[in-house]
């Protein structure tokens, strides 16, 4: 057994190297290139018709009026997005790359913003309506029915289920690690998030939107102002941090105090690995979520609404996260990156710095874990189309949490990786196979800047 775990661990080492990062990279860039990168060029609009719709009363009362609307799903899609990634994993990027690994992160940000869109337009556009009210949908069904393939997209569904099953286990272990750290007993950590996950597994997508509306925007709010003190604290380095940035993403980093230094490919691979890991593109688990919006006008409105789910994941919470480390410069301590926040909040803001940074740490993975357990329920649906199963399979998951909670499961990240990887080769190959309908969908939305009635003329003419 240990020599099959080893050559499981051996290939999983390699397949999360270059494979991995040629499949998101080059599927985002395919993906861009289909969509006209809209990312890009419709970014103003994009803005407008997302954040710019939140004030405007008329609007949210007539898509609240429907069910759950767009912003709501967002919501709780950003809330399954940001996680611990978005602390740890780029102090991980900066501790092996150094500030350029900064620049590439943001590059991967918006690479990771077409596949996201993608996943959401696709998802939207092949969802299903299921017996309780919520929607059959995310990657199994646009492989199902998009692309016609029931065996791929039952290889995908196992897949699927399996490792946002397992990922629940692993949230609930980091979550009890955080608050042991300051004293709270893994039992009364247990406690709590079983109750959060019986709200969840009782009151569904709704009782869901009721915790993200308040826990989401709290804890981006919170950690954003926390990171914004330690770097106005230190804003007479603002030359020097953005001059490394840049610098290194080219050059890489001299060693310098405790850094041991990094040559420029270390710092792209880093940069663009840890972006990846912490937006969660190509894993289907936002999409899947955004798609249970009622009020969706159509399906490249709410992609645009993904759009800016990543950007405020990856360009603005892991941005303000690489800011806050290099401007306090914890990350010339050396190590493996997984202290530098704390170390930075503690700089400026001592004890209160340190408990920010692990009341930070849990909110993003309790709203992960709680969006997940969401998940799998909608996956188990559209899988085997009963409501039931998708419940057993909440019930199993919360078997993990109480499991990950109580005891060492270090060793399931290997085959957390080995599911993940190839969920993200499956996903994304489907989606570049479905480049016309998304390309399609993207120019009618795109084309007659979401003007739905220029839209039915246009498809009336066709």
Not at 113 to 137: L, N, P
Not at 191 to 205: C, E, H, P
Not at 397 to 412: D, K, P, Q
Request: proline content about 2%; glycine content about 12%.
């Amino acid at each position: 057994m240990q020599s099959i775990y080893n050559a499981i661990g051996a290939f999983v080492g390699w397949y999360w190297g270059i494979p991995i990062l040629i499949i998101l990279i080059g599927g985002g860039i395919a993906l861009t290139a289909i969509i006209g990168g809209v990312q890009f060029s419709r970014l103003g609009f994009i803005f407008k018709h997302t954040l710019g719709t939140i004030f405007n009363k008329e609007e949210q009362e007539r898509k609240k009026a429907a069910g759950i609307t767009p912003l709501e799903a967002t919501i709780v899609a950003l809330g399954g997005t940001v996680g611990t990634g978005n602390i740890v994993g780029v102090g991980a990027a900066i501790a092996a790359g150094g500030p350029g690994a900064l620049f590439w992160m943001w590059v991967c940000g918006f690479l990771a913003m077409a596949i996201k869109y993608c996943e959401v337009v696709a998802s939207v556009a092949y969802r299903q309506k299921a017996e309780d009210g919520s929607y059959r949908s995310g990657p199994y069904m646009y492989i199902k029915d998009g692309l016609r393939s029931k065996p791929l997209a039952a290889i995908f569904g196992v897949l699927m289920l399996v490792t946002i099953s397992i990922i629940c286990s692993v949230h609930a272990s980091a979550i009890t690690s955080n608050l042991a750290a300051i004293g709270v007993s893994h039992y009364i950590t247990c406690g709590i998030l079983a109750v959060f996950v019986v709200l969840i597994i009782f009151g569904g997508m709704k009782e869901l939107v009721k915790i993200a509306n308040v826990m989401v925007p709290f804890m981006c709010v919170f950690y954003i102002i926390c990171a914004l003190i330690v770097v106005f604290a230190n804003i007479g380095s603002i030359g020097a941090v953005f001059a490394s940035i840049f610098k290194g993403a080219f050059t890489g980093q001299a060693a310098i105090g405790g850094f041991a230094g990094a040559a420029v490919s270390a710092t792209i691979r880093n940069g663009l690995a840890r972006g990846v890991f912490s937006n969660d593109a190509g894993l289907g688990v936002s999409a899947t979520m955004q798609s249970q919006a009622e009020s969706i006008d159509h399906p490249a409105q709410q992609g645009m609404w993904a759009v800016m789910e990543t950007f405020i994941d990856t360009i603005v919470i892991c941005t303000l996260t690489g800011l806050l480390i290099l401007f306090s410069g914890s990350w010339t301590a050396g190590g493996d990156g997984s202290t530098f926040s704390a170390a930075a909040l503690s700089s400026v803001l001592g004890v209160v710095g340190q408990y920010g940074c692990t009341i930070s740490l849990v909110l993003f993975g309790l709203s992960s874990l709680v969006g997940v357990v969401e998940t799998v329920k909608v996956q188990a649906i559209s899988m085997f189309r009963k409501e039931k199963i998708g419940v057993m399979f909440q019930w199993l998951v919360f078997a993990l949490v109480i499991a990950g909670c109580l005891s060492n499961i270090s060793s399931i990240f290997l085959f957390v990786d080995l599911t993940n990887g190839f969920v993200l080769l499956i996903n994304i190959g489907s989606l570049c196979l479905l480049g016309k309908t998304l390309r399609r969908l993207s120019r009618e939305w795109f084309g007659n800047n979401g003007d739905l009635a220029a839209i039915a003329r246009s498809r009336a003419e066709q």
